[in-house]
């Protein structure tokens, strides 16, 4: 199984998954500028021209960045991960996954359009009672049911590969992919009811009212798990790739799989913790879900240990001595390996502050402050998108029959310092201007000239200039990718993909049990959300007309 | 499967650390009584202004009751009623809220009060007042247009 090091991508396979970056980078374009364009409006020394909104740009932030350039990039990437390492794929994997591909391009544009027209400044987040126009709901449906497609084809590949090598646990890229693949349509049944049952008939006037706790609690059924399925990509970087890239070997390919798993089980019973501060919830079922929440805490700790063992291990083969030695002799030059290096690292505060998050009193003081804003943005925004840059510096060459040149690799480099630079001072700020009450979501104000809302001032004009740093980060990152897709100089370029240092260690098929791992995860969910579901129908209140409040 | 020695040390480590931090935050929520603000109570939200006590926004002494005060807020876009409020410092005080139309924040900053207000939903929560000074109310849940421009404040004064 491991003899082609050297094997591409198929060609079809590579078009397939290239199509998919050409959107998310478009949209890594146009979320950026958005989110600069917030950061200046904040600052209080900006007025956004033609009657643009400050909402509006917000929605097309948080739409184009948190579903449009996240899902792109990862069917994208996963498709690759999966034709390199289980085989290319059939004709009628790719011929799905070219449906879904095209599903979600035209949801996204169905929604873009509703956005710029101003009829959906709803977010991305798109909370009843505002109601924005059905074209808005229907769009994001299709980037929904889009991505089930591509994951169709993923599942399809992995049933195919099984199928063909009877008794053998799957490639680790191509079973990684289908646990993400799984979480992520187990998570978003819960979007798709409340879009399709609830919002969607309302918007359309076929109902006149809407249960909004019922609706909040199916959206965030699906947002925590969104967030799973933003960062597992980027341990599959972490946990695969990375090795490979340093020379260095996985740790343990057992014990990845096992963390997998177990982000699986854990990370969709527990919406609550996003809905700490509402009404109408039992504060028990509060607490039960916030326990469930922290046990993530199991697998990120078993990743943290992993990395670091394969970069110690990496050193020590080369001769480093002393405790941090092995530190000095990592590929430092090597931007495939230093840019998610940088992601990774932002990771420790970024985890930190979501315990601060997910608890069940603390959440109360930073509940919808810009704090929130700033911990998402070393979480998605630095460990993820910067583990994502890491990926695209490789596989964009591999799939294009390009090269990464020592000028683009120079210069991959030099945007992660712009981007850590950046973020550093936006999400720092953010978070200090939440601690002391900065609400999130919410244009310049001096709110009456309180004296409180006068200190949080100093902390937006630094937010803005985090902001313009991130976006001269932008700049070069989309500068980069054009020149790997169509100008860089024609070649090879390796798809890493590292091999287990405890090879001669069988995997326990046990990991490849999907009817055990998938009714595990459906008891967790059915325990942790029957009752107080019921509770809701049950107690509900009348429900709520439609708001067009902007 | 084999689990290396120091990862094992790593992970019990991890995982007793996890099991003390949760039980400080059960023993606060179930012993202590720090739960967060989760009033089961439902109104219906067309009809806030006649449905008792949102018909009159506003200090209440109260009687009887483990607090002094009932301080009770009506949202609506994009306002609060009252848009100022004085309360006697040191009192124990009972906040009481709701939305006549879309989700609103309730957020007094500086302070641990911090809410959803949903339609439909009355969201309660008990504190004392024991520091003097203006405290800015503002709306943390976009809500429209004007959501930045939504606000109120409590001043706390010597009693």
């Given at each position: 199984m491991k003899s082609n090091v050297m094997k591409m991508v198929d060609r079809r396979d590579g078009k397939l998954a290239m199509a998919h970056f050409y959107v998310a980078f478009i949209a890594l374009a146009i979320g950026g500028l958005a989110g600069l364009l917030q950061t200046l409006v904040r600052s209080g020394k900006f007025v956004l021209p033609a009657g643009i909104g400050y909402y509006q740009i917000l929605t097309v932030h948080g739409v184009v960045l948190g579903l449009v350039l996240t899902t792109f990039f990862i069917m994208g990437f996963q498709l690759a991960a999966v034709s390199k390492t289980a085989g290319t794929l059939t004709k009628r994997q790719r011929t799905i996954a070219w449906i879904g591909f095209w599903l979600m391009t035209i949801g996204t544009l169905m929604a873009a359009t509703m956005i710029l027209l101003n009829k959906a400044s709803v977010l991305y987040t798109f909370y009843a009672p505002l109601q924005a126009h059905a074209l808005y709901y229907i769009g994001l449906t299709l980037v929904i049911v889009g991505s089930w497609f591509d994951g169709a084809a993923i599942v399809i590949a992995y049933i195919a590969w099984r199928k063909a090598n009877p008794g053998q646990p799957s490639p680790l890229l191509t079973f990684m992919s289908l646990v993400n693949t799984l979480l992520w349509i187990v998570a978003t049944i819960g979007v798709a009811a409340t879009v399709l049952l609830q919002l969607l008939p309302w918007s359309l006037g076929l109902v006149d009212r809407v249960d909004v706790l019922v609706s909040r609690t199916l959206f965030w059924y699906?947002?925590?798990?969104?967030?799973?399925?933003?960062?597992?990509?980027?341990?599959?970087?972490?946990?695969?790739?990375?090795?490979?890239?340093?020379?260095?070997?996985?740790?343990?390919?057992?014990?990845?799989?096992?963390?997998?798993?177990?982000?699986?089980?854990?990370?969709?019973?527990?919406?609550?913790?996003?809905?700490?501060?509402?009404p109408g919830i039992d504060p028990a079922w509060k607490f039960l879900q916030v326990i469930l929440t922290f046990l993530v805490v199991i697998p990120s700790l078993m990743t943290a240990f992993s990395l670091f063992a394969t970069f110690?291990?990496?050193?020590?083969?080369?001769?480093?001595?002393?405790?941090?030695?092995?530190?000095k002799v990592l590929p430092w030059n090597d931007a495939r390996f230093t840019v998610p290096f940088i992601g990774m690292l932002s990771f420790i505060p970024a985890g930190a502050g979501g315990m601060v998050n997910a608890s069940h009193q603390l959440n109360q003081v930073i509940h919808n402050t810009i704090w929130v804003t700033g911990h998402f943005h070393l979480t998605l925004?630095?460990?993820?998108?910067?583990?994502?840059?890491?990926?695209?510096?490789?596989?964009?060459?591999?799939?294009?029959?390009?090269?990464?040149?020592?000028?683009?690799?120079?210069?991959?480099?030099?945007?992660?310092?712009?981007?850590?630079?950046?973020?550093?001072?936006?999400?720092?700020?953010?978070?200090?201007?939440?601690?002391?009450?900065?609400?999130?979501?919410?244009?310049?104000s001096e709110y009456g000239g309180a004296a409180q809302a006068a200190e949080w001032i100093p902390y937006q004009v630094a937010q803005a200039i985090g902001g313009s740093i991130l976006f001269i980060g932008i700049i070069l990152m989309v500068y980069i990718f054009i020149n790997l897709a169509f100008f860089a100089p024609k070649g090879e370029e390796e798809f890493p993909v590292g091999e287990a240092a405890d090879e001669a260690e069988k995997t326990p098929m046990v990991f490849e049990n999907w009817k055990l791992w998938l009714g595990i995860t459906v008891i967790l969910i059915l325990f942790a959300y029957t009752i107080p579901f019921i509770d809701m129908i049950e107690n509900a209140p009348i429900g709520s007309k439609g708001y067009k409040l902007w | 499967m084999h689990i290396h020695k120091y990862e094992k040390i790593w992970l019990i480590f991890g995982l007793t650390t996890l099991l003390v931090f949760l039980s400080v935050l059960g023993v606060s929520a179930f012993y202590l009584g720090n739960q967060p603000p989760s009033c089961l109570a439902t109104i219906n939200p067309e009809k806030v202004d006649t449905t008792k006590p949102f018909n009159k926004p506003g200090l209440k002494k109260v009687e009887g009751k483990d607090w002094d005060y009932e301080l009770v807020f009506v949202a609506?876009?994009?306002?609060?009623?009252?848009?100022?409020?004085?309360?006697?410092?040191?009192?124990?005080?009972?906040?009481?809220?709701?939305?006549?139309?879309?989700?609103?924040?309730?957020?007094?900053?500086?302070?641990?009060?911090?809410?959803?207000?949903?339609?439909?939903?009355?969201?309660?929560?008990?504190?004392?007042?024991?520091?003097?000074?203006?405290?800015?109310?503002?709306?943390?849940?976009?809500?429209?247009?004007?959501?930045?421009?939504?606000?109120?404040?409590?001043?706390?004064?010597?009693?």
């Amino acid at each position: 199984m491991k003899s082609n090091v050297m094997k591409m991508v198929d060609r079809r396979d590579g078009k397939l998954a290239m199509a998919h970056f050409y959107v998310a980078f478009i949209a890594l374009a146009i979320g950026g500028l958005a989110g600069l364009l917030q950061t200046l409006v904040r600052s209080g020394k900006f007025v956004l021209p033609a009657g643009i909104g400050y909402y509006q740009i917000l929605t097309v932030h948080g739409v184009v960045l948190g579903l449009v350039l996240t899902t792109f990039f990862i069917m994208g990437f996963q498709l690759a991960a999966v034709s390199k390492t289980a085989g290319t794929l059939t004709k009628r994997q790719r011929t799905i996954a070219w449906i879904g591909f095209w599903l979600m391009t035209i949801g996204t544009l169905m929604a873009a359009t509703m956005i710029l027209l101003n009829k959906a400044s709803v977010l991305y987040t798109f909370y009843a009672p505002l109601q924005a126009h059905a074209l808005y709901y229907i769009g994001l449906t299709l980037v929904i049911v889009g991505s089930w497609f591509d994951g169709a084809a993923i599942v399809i590949a992995y049933i195919a590969w099984r199928k063909a090598n009877p008794g053998q646990p799957s490639p680790l890229l191509t079973f990684m992919s289908l646990v993400n693949t799984l979480l992520w349509i187990v998570a978003t049944i819960g979007v798709a009811a409340t879009v399709l049952l609830q919002l969607l008939p309302w918007s359309l006037g076929l109902v006149d009212r809407v249960d909004v706790l019922v609706s909040r609690t199916l959206f965030w059924y699906f947002g925590h798990p969104l967030v799973y399925f933003w960062l597992l990509p980027a341990y599959m970087a972490w946990y695969v790739v990375i090795p490979k890239v340093i020379g260095g070997k996985i740790f343990s390919d057992s014990l990845a799989r096992m963390s997998f798993i177990l982000f699986l089980l854990f990370s969709i019973p527990v919406g609550f913790h996003h809905q700490l501060t509402e009404p109408g919830i039992d504060p028990a079922w509060k607490f039960l879900q916030v326990i469930l929440t922290f046990l993530v805490v199991i697998p990120s700790l078993m990743t943290a240990f992993s990395l670091f063992a394969t970069f110690e291990s990496y050193g020590r083969s080369k001769g480093a001595k002393g405790l941090f030695g092995w530190l000095k002799v990592l590929p430092w030059n090597d931007a495939r390996f230093t840019v998610p290096f940088i992601g990774m690292l932002s990771f420790i505060p970024a985890g930190a502050g979501g315990m601060v998050n997910a608890s069940h009193q603390l959440n109360q003081v930073i509940h919808n402050t810009i704090w929130v804003t700033g911990h998402f943005h070393l979480t998605l925004a630095t460990a993820v998108i910067l583990t994502f840059f890491g990926i695209t510096y490789w596989l964009v060459p591999h799939l294009t029959g390009r090269t990464l040149t020592k000028a683009m690799n120079k210069l991959a480099i030099i945007q992660a310092v712009f981007w850590a630079t950046g973020m550093t001072f936006m999400s720092g700020a953010m978070h200090a201007a939440g601690l002391l009450g900065a609400p999130r979501r919410s244009s310049f104000s001096e709110y009456g000239g309180a004296a409180q809302a006068a200190e949080w001032i100093p902390y937006q004009v630094a937010q803005a200039i985090g902001g313009s740093i991130l976006f001269i980060g932008i700049i070069l990152m989309v500068y980069i990718f054009i020149n790997l897709a169509f100008f860089a100089p024609k070649g090879e370029e390796e798809f890493p993909v590292g091999e287990a240092a405890d090879e001669a260690e069988k995997t326990p098929m046990v990991f490849e049990n999907w009817k055990l791992w998938l009714g595990i995860t459906v008891i967790l969910i059915l325990f942790a959300y029957t009752i107080p579901f019921i509770d809701m129908i049950e107690n509900a209140p009348i429900g709520s007309k439609g708001y067009k409040l902007w | 499967m084999h689990i290396h020695k120091y990862e094992k040390i790593w992970l019990i480590f991890g995982l007793t650390t996890l099991l003390v931090f949760l039980s400080v935050l059960g023993v606060s929520a179930f012993y202590l009584g720090n739960q967060p603000p989760s009033c089961l109570a439902t109104i219906n939200p067309e009809k806030v202004d006649t449905t008792k006590p949102f018909n009159k926004p506003g200090l209440k002494k109260v009687e009887g009751k483990d607090w002094d005060y009932e301080l009770v807020f009506v949202a609506s876009a994009f306002n609060y009623n009252p848009g100022e409020i004085e309360v006697p410092k040191g009192a124990k005080v009972k906040v009481i809220a709701t939305t006549k139309d879309v989700i609103h924040g309730f957020e007094v900053a500086g302070t641990n009060i911090n809410m959803m207000l949903e339609p439909g939903f009355i969201s309660e929560f008990e504190t004392t007042f024991d520091k003097a000074g203006e405290f800015l109310i503002v709306c943390n849940e976009y809500c429209g247009a004007g959501h930045h421009m939504m606000t109120s404040k409590i001043k706390v004064v010597e009693a």
